[in-house]
């Protein structure tokens, strides 16, 4: 491990995890909550949630699943129906392709059930490995993986813990500086901190927790508390 980047996670999660309390939990969080778990809609929640805003995630999510619920039942709607269905989450269109095709899939090849490893997990369309981490650590309650959003990535940039070029190399970089013991809730705060305080354009640092800890590698512009 990286001694300065482990010393600063270790340091910086627990203020992390006070401050996130009296916040909104992102959508596929409080998806998985609701829903007790449901491997299914954690991982078609989360395939909706790429690029788009939580308020318009949940919407379409309940929208979603308002009509059906299980891979069976969604398998039969057609794309043009599951389209109207989560517009206007970001590549709708695309997105109805992927949910219908990945039903199809899991009725075929697992029985109806959403795969419990990567490797499986991976081979679904649309399905990338953020989404993969987190169906394992919400739906199969995985302590051995990290899941890393753009929002995860850039705060772990800005803050020093890795220096990485996208999303898949901070995650790979994580497993080496963080403790196994932040790897289940690294995303759930992180993604928390990003929408509500160090926002990818204008990050809210007077307002910030962890701002005297932290060194704004490659922040230029900085918003209002």
Not at 55 to 63: D, E, I, N
Not at 77 to 90: A, D, F, G
Request: aromatic letters at 6%; glycine letters at 4%.
């Amino acid at each position: 491990m990286t001694s300065r980047a482990t010393a600063s996670i270790d340091k910086l999660m627990p203020i992390l995890g006070r401050a996130v309390r009296r916040m909104e939990e992102p959508a596929v969080e409080k998806i998985s909550k609701e829903s007790k778990e449901d491997a299914f809609q954690v991982l078609i929640s989360t395939m909706l949630s790429a690029q788009t805003r939580d308020p318009v995630t949940a919407a379409a999510s309940a929208r979603l699943f308002a009509v059906a619920r299980t891979p069976k039942t969604m398998a039969k709607l057609t794309t043009r129906q599951i389209e109207k269905l989560i517009y206007p989450v970001s590549f709708y269109r695309n997105k109805a392709v992927h949910v219908k095709e990945t039903c199809k899939q899991l009725l075929e090849r697992f029985g109806g059930k959403v795969p419990s490893t990567m490797e499986n997990l991976l081979t679904l369309p649309g399905v990338g490995r953020k989404t993969a981490n987190l169906v394992l650590l919400l739906a199969h309650n995985s302590e051995d993986n990290i899941c890393v959003d753009t929002h995860v990535h850039r705060i772990c940039n800005i803050l020093g813990w890795v220096k990485t070029k996208t999303p898949d190399q901070t995650e790979l970089a994580l497993y080496q500086v963080a403790k196994k013991k932040w790897w289940p809730i690294i995303n759930l705060y992180l993604v928390t901190w990003g929408q509500n305080v160090c926002k990818p354009v204008y990050p809210r640092c007077p307002a910030c927790a962890i701002s005297s800890y932290c060194p704004r590698i490659g922040v230029t512009k900085v918003g209002r508390a």
